[in-house]
């Protein structure tokens, strides 16, 4: 109950920061709020389909092929999602070329078929953008750096939580927590 739950306002936010962050980058050229906008539709939809397979009311047996089946494409949307919230923040440091994000998480998603990388690879690159978060606050400290910082450092730490099997409510509500950060700064923007 309570991860489906998790799960409905984790759509609700994913979504509304997508369709909030797609005005923004439909009006702005800003590879940045485009990188962004592009994350929270891969976690939007990674979400839905978790969502989806979780509340199926199958039998034991179907729903587990499903599962197997649609597990890869949740493994891949995750972490798409995440490297192109990494992405947000080093874009000056690249080319306009998604294509090594994808590579990188195709990777990872055949790897997952034979270990459970995950986790560690979500809180690898959760710390990696939390550095740079970091950095980036201290260069030019704006209202949006410092909500960005705070969201990305509390899914670090709900990833940390999930690696070391924590209770899963508390990584739940640090992501929902940071989520509603993402959209607060979101909607701050836009006005």
Same mark, same amino acid.
């Given at each position: /109950?309570?991860?489906?739950?998790?799960?409905?306002?984790?759509?609700? *936010?994913?979504?509304?920061?997508?369709? +909030?962050?797609?005005?923004?980058?439909?009006?702005?050229?800003?590879?940045?709020?485009? @990188?962004?906008?592009? =994350?929270? @539709?891969?976690?939007?939809?990674?979400?839905?389909?978790?969502?989806?397979?979780? $509340? =199926?009311?199958?039998?034991?047996?179907?729903?587990?092929?499903?599962?197997?089946?649609?597990?890869?494409?949740?493994?891949?949307?995750?972490?798409?999602?995440?490297?192109?919230?990494?992405?947000?923040?080093?874009?000056?440091?690249?080319?306009?070329?998604?294509?090594? *994000?994808?590579?990188?998480?195709?990777?990872?998603?055949?790897?997952?078929?034979?270990?459970?990388?995950?986790?560690?690879? *979500?809180? $690898?690159?959760?710390?990696?953008?939390?550095?740079? =978060?970091?950095?980036?606050?201290? +260069?030019?400290?704006?209202?949006?750096?410092?909500?960005? @910082?705070?969201?990305?450092?509390?899914?670090?730490?709900?990833?940390? @939580?999930?690696?070391?099997?924590?209770?899963?409510?508390?990584?739940?509500? /640090?992501?929902? $927590?940071?989520?509603?950060?993402? *959209?607060?700064?979101?909607?701050?923007?836009?006005?």
């Amino acid at each position: /109950m309570i991860t489906t739950l998790f799960q409905i306002l984790a759509i609700i *936010l994913t979504t509304s920061i997508y369709i +909030k962050t797609r005005k923004i980058s439909t009006l702005s050229s800003h590879q940045g709020i485009n @990188l962004i906008n592009s =994350a929270f @539709l891969f976690f939007s939809l990674a979400y839905i389909t978790t969502f989806l397979i979780q $509340t =199926a009311s199958l039998n034991i047996a179907r729903q587990s092929i499903l599962q197997a089946l649609t597990s890869p494409i949740q493994t891949y949307l995750f972490t798409i999602a995440a490297l192109y919230l990494a992405a947000s923040l080093f874009w000056k440091n690249q080319k306009k070329e998604t294509s090594p *994000l994808h590579i990188i998480a195709l990777l990872v998603t055949v790897l997952s078929n034979f270990t459970s990388i995950l986790t560690l690879t *979500l809180t $690898t690159i959760y710390a990696i953008t939390t550095i740079q =978060a970091y950095t980036n606050y201290q +260069k030019k400290k704006t209202p949006f750096s410092q909500i960005y @910082l705070i969201a990305i450092a509390l899914l670090l730490i709900s990833q940390i @939580l999930t690696l070391i099997n924590f209770a899963p409510i508390t990584p739940q509500s /640090m992501t929902i $927590t940071a989520f509603s950060i993402f *959209l607060y700064g979101t909607l701050k923007i836009i006005k």
